[in-house]
């Protein structure tokens, strides 16, 4: 049988839990709407926090799930770069001749 001090223990952590989801959930809506650059610099800065290891372990997990987040974030701003310049024509000399609109997802 559970005691009083168990079952305290367990209703933190539960509400831990929803708390770090809850902050995740937040911290996707804020990440569509970064530039790639701003991305990327978060994404670097999570890097760092989370190489230096002073960071608790409920944070690092959560810090991870953003950067996973922002890395595929960039790569697909990185592959639609990609595409949007693979679709520019050459002409005889190399040269740009026109470009095709990509199109967007």
């Not at 995740?24 to 926090?49: G, K, N, P």
């Amino acid at each position: 049988m559970p005691t009083a001090r168990a079952a305290n223990a367990h209703a933190v952590l539960t509400l831990s839990r929803r708390r770090v989801n809850a902050i995740a959930m937040a911290d996707s809506a804020q990440t569509d709407t970064l530039s790639f650059e701003e991305a990327l610099r978060r994404l670097e800065a999570i890097v760092q926090q989370l190489e230096r290891g002073d960071v608790p372990l409920d944070q690092s997990i959560t810090l991870y799930e953003e950067g996973d987040r922002l890395r595929a974030q960039c790569q697909r701003r990185l592959d639609m770069a990609q595409a949007r310049i693979e679709q520019i024509m050459t002409n005889a000399d190399g040269g740009a001749a026109r470009t095709a609109p990509f199109p967007a997802d």
